[in-house]
């Protein structure tokens, strides 16, 4: 059997401000929660050690949470944390335009981080007051000036789109402005709607036509292609070779250990997060779950079809040898008969139709 690829992946849980929509776990930075992060970190790393020390990561990925808003030398201390070794080919980290300064990226740089997010998500003032994003224009110019300055070479833009309070122009002029930045990778996201509280709760959300999201969805997708952005996933475009190798690796199943306050991890058949607190103690999980070779091989079905590639069933079959993949062959002929999804030579992959309804699509696979 082939060897699964292993990520880490680092919850950095603190913002300065917080975003009207964010229901990611953060607080605002101080010295006692600061400090009680990197002893998480470094027990977690302890607890993981004989793990990472035979089976090094080979993907890491800072998130939060802004990575960035941490002061110079925590970012060292937490860079001093995570294990690295020449195994490791991609380290990405979350930066927010108003945390972002040059002598930060100049410690990502000698740390050896290689691809920066930044965290830009409208290039419009109101449509940022509507988000709650407490950034100007001016700081997504400026930051991304510095990341190009300190020699990174690899920038993904993230961008969101909230179809009920902004235009499809509007949206195409983000874009437009995004594309004259030429970014290595695009991430795309609908504003999602799952605060409890605020503007932005599921109740708020009901009154937003469907149609008009999937509007926003092709025009995305027609757009970046058109620009010479591979749409690789249902929200990501990268120039060829670019695409995120942590992400991809996630969707395809693979093997990935979270560290920090919320961070999920998935290693040897088992699901777990870390609770969202400053105090539970190290090993107490929460949505611990243990998952069979037919569950796995589900959601390698349900994040593959969310990938221009598709799922290649005679490699799932390979990997699964237990589960009987002629049970959905049903299902992938009515999918095919209604254009959803081409199967051919033994691969399943969604048409643009098919990715519209990505989530539905997932439901019948259950
Ligand atoms: S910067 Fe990101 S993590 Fe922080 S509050 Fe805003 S959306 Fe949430």
Redesign the pocket.
């Known amino acids: 059997m082939q060897a699964l690829s292993f990520g880490l992946y680092v919850h950095v849980p603190f ?1 300065p401000n ?2 009207d929509y ?1 229901h ?1 776990f ?1 607080d605002k930075p101080s010295v006692p929660k600061v400090q009680a992060f990197l002893k998480r970190i470094t027990e977690e790393r302890e607890q993981w050690r004989s793990v990472w020390e035979a089976r090094p990561f080979e993907t890491m990925y800072w998130g ?3 990575p960035s808003c941490l002061a110079p030398e925590t970012l060292r201390t937490l860079g001093a944390l995570c294990p690295v070794s020449a195994h490791l080919k991609e380290w990405t980290v979350e930066v ?1 335009p108003t945390s972002l300064t040059p002598e930060k990226l100049q410690i990502f740089k000698e740390l050896g981080v290689n691809r920066l997010s930044l ?1 830009v998500q409208s290039f419009q003032a109101e449509t940022l007051r509507r988000l709650g994003r407490k950034q100007a224009v001016s700081h997504v110019y400026k930051a991304y000036e510095a990341i190009r300055a300190a020699g990174f070479q690899n920038v993904n833009l993230d961008l969101i789109f909230p179809p009920d309070f902004v235009s499809l122009n509007a949206w195409q002029n983000d874009l437009e402005t995004a594309l004259q930045l030429q970014p290595e990778h695009l991430s795309t996201y609908c504003l999602t709607y799952e605060k409890a509280t605020g503007p932005f709760t599921p109740q708020a959300h009901q009154a937003v036509d469907e149609d008009r999201e999937a509007d926003f969805y092709q025009f995305t997708w027609e757009f970046l292609e058109h620009h010479g952005y591979r749409h690789y996933e249902v929200s990501n475009f990268a120039r060829p070779g670019f695409e995120c190798r942590h992400h991809v690796n996630t969707w395809r199943m693979q093997e990935w250990l979270g560290w920090g306050p919320s961070a999920a991890s998935q290693f040897q058949r088992k699901r777990f997060q870390n609770p969202c607190d400053w105090t539970s103690p190290i090993g107490s999980w929460v949505h611990e779950e243990t998952f069979t070779e037919k569950d796995l091989c589900n959601d390698c079905l349900i994040f593959g079809l969310r990938m221009r590639e598709g799922v290649d069933l005679t490699a799932l079959q390979q990997r699964f040898p237990t589960v009987d993949l002629s049970v959905y062959q049903p299902l992938w002929q009515r999918f095919a008969n209604a254009g959803w999804i081409v199967w051919e030579n033994n691969c399943v992959r969604c048409t643009p139709q098919g990715m519209l309804l990505a989530d539905s699509l997932a439901l019948e696979l259950l």
């Open positions: 913002c917080a975003c964010c990611f953060h939060g949470g802004s927010s965290g």
